[in-house]
Every structure is written in C-alpha cells, then in structure tokens.
C-alpha cells in the first residue's frame, strides 16, 4: 500500500472501529498526522481517562499502553508495536523497588509514569515530568519522599522545590545522553537561540537552560517566547510539532555525545510506524494486557496524579 492509502485505510477503520488514536510528541511525524490527540504522557493519560471510544490505539510505548489500559480496563488498548519498550522504565524493576521501599519505612512513594504497571501497585502518587513539581509541592516540606526511577528528574525536583527526596538511580537513554559540550557549541553558532531542556537531562544542562520542562511545557514556552531560535534538548520527535505551531521560528535538534548525528531519537519510540499502525486496528492486536490485581494496585496512584494536577 502506498502511503496516501495507508492514511485512508486508518482513517476508515478507525471510524468503522470507533477507535481513538493517541500519539506522543516523539512518535515519526506521519504518525503525528493521522493522530487524533498528540500530547506528551501527562496528557495522553487525561485523554484516555476520559474517552469514549472502544478502542485506543496508543502510538507510543508500552508504560503508556499500560496506563491507558489501567484507566480504561474494559477498552481494548492496543500499541503498535509490543517491543516499543523504555530504557528508563527498564532501570527499575519491581522486585528492587519493592525492597527498597520496603528498606525505608514511613516514606511517601513517588513514581515517574515511566514505569511498569509493577512499580506504579507500589507508589503512592505517580507524577509526570508535566506534574511533578506542583504534585511534590503539594506535600508538607518535612514529608519522607522516595522518588523513583528518573535520577535527573528527581534531582531538578529537589533544587526547584527545595526538597531532599530519596532518588532512585535510574535515567532515560536518550535523555542521559546529550551533551553539553555539543551544546554549547551549538549555541555559539546560535547566539540568539534559547535553550529547551528536558528535565531528564542531565544537571549541567538543566543549568544552562532557559526553559527546563515536560515535551509539552517546552512547546507552550516556545509558542508564547519572541526568541527567533531554539536548540531542543530532548527527543527530535517533538520539533514536528514545534515547526507546525511555530511556522517562523527556527528549531535546532540537540545531538547525542556519542553520535555522528544532529539528532537524538529514542528507538523505542520509532518502533511504531504507520504500517504498524494500520495493522493494529485492522487485526485489533497486539492488544496491552495489565493483569488485575496489579491493576487495581496501581490505579489508586494514578488516579490521585490526576486529582493532584487539575
Ligand atoms: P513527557 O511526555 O512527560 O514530556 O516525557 C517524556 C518521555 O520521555 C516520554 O517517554
Ligand atoms: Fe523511555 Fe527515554 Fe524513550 Fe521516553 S525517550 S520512552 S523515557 S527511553
């Protein structure tokens, strides 16, 4: 099938199906087009909290099928493609988590939503990059808190919200590994160009940074700012929609440290194409599974994240 005729077969089950498509800022740009919402994992779960359609195909990866399934259990969930994992859910497995949770009594758990169903049956209040910070912020100043897994997250939280939670070392792939001198390169090339960070960057750029925050914080910063220019410190996926709300602005893709190339792009998240997209409504599979008792664990966190953010 050609590309216009993929785009017209989705659009057409999708109506037959009564299916919503759902899509992070990082997912290829073809698939930022068909999609009916696209918004960073804050949003994609209200989204799903609140939809009526049967299905949701969830075009990012699988913690983010997990929570959609969570939310909505009696909706088939389908992701694209089940291997599009998460390094930085990865980094913490739940038997780990549970001993140390269990290592430090009358503390308040707190988990990124990158993470397994697992570890969300045993956290308190999950949080995003989008909410975190008011959701710390909501809690007494002398609360214990365990944050887990993101290293760098956790941090910026305790500098902005003056806090001394217990991290979890734990850190995203692509988020762990910009880096600053690259940057610092670019912005000598760039003078005039603001720099958008990602607070699972490292600290050293969270430092530099002129706007450090969720994908979609980043965008609404960009929208609103009068800088001509800006160099983005996250996934390259979310210059798509920088470019098509912010038409006369130029955005820089931040490299890796590592890498020949002038982007850095999460592999998990690429793994979802729109052939793939079109073969998981037609077959209606690989369908997320999230078995119930740890569902109904993990359901309590996520719904007080959502109270906590409104
Ligand atoms: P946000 O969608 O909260 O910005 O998080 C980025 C991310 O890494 C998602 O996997
Ligand atoms: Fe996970 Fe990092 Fe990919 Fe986001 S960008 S899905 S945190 S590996």
């Not at 075009?59 to 983010?64: E, I, W």
């Not at 990059?129 to 808190?145: F, H, M, T, W, Y």
Request: net charge negative; aromatic share 6%.
């Amino acid at each position: 099938m050609t590309h216009q005729e993929l785009r017209e077969e989705i659009l057409r089950l999708k109506k037959e199906k009564n299916a919503l498509i759902m899509a992070h800022y990082y997912q290829r740009d073809e698939i930022q087009e068909i999609a009916d919402f696209i918004g960073d994992s804050l949003a994609l779960a209200r989204q799903a909290a609140k939809t009526d359609a049967d299905i949701i195909v969830m075009c990012g990866v699988h913690f983010m099928g997990e929570t959609a399934k969570i939310l909505c259990p009696g909706k088939k969930v389908l992701v694209p493609d089940m291997a599009a994992g998460c390094s930085l859910a990865d980094s913490c497995d739940a038997d780990d988590f549970r001993r140390f949770v269990e290592a430090h009594p009358g503390y308040t758990v707190i988990s990124y939503v990158n993470t397994s169903a697992a570890v969300k049956a045993l956290t308190d209040i999950v949080v995003t990059s989008g909410n975190a910070r008011k959701i710390v912020e909501s809690l007494p100043a002398d609360e214990k808190i365990i944050f887990g897994p993101d290293k760098n997250l956790g941090g910026y939280i305790n500098s902005v919200a003056s806090r001394d939670m217990l991290l979890w070392q734990g850190a995203c792939h692509v988020h762990d590994r910009f880096s600053i001198d690259k940057i610092m390169d670019l912005k000598k090339e760039h003078p005039e160009a603001k720099i958008l960070v990602h607070p699972e960057c490292r600290r050293p750029l969270q430092l530099i940074a002129d706007k450090v925050g969720s994908t979609a914080a980043l965008l609404e910063f960009a929208e609103k700012d009068e800088a001509p220019e800006y160099i983005v410190v996250t996934e390259s996926g979310i210059l798509f929609e920088m470019r098509r709300k912010c038409s006369s602005k130029r955005f820089i893709p931040a490299p890796a440290e590592d890498s020949e190339c002038q982007c850095n792009e999460c592999d998990y998240m690429k793994l979802n194409t729109l052939e793939k997209v079109y073969a998981a409504l037609r077959d209606e599979a690989p369908e997320i599974h999230v078995d119930p008792e740890v569902a109904a664990k993990a359901i309590r966190p996520i719904e007080r994240m959502l109270e906590l953010s409104v």
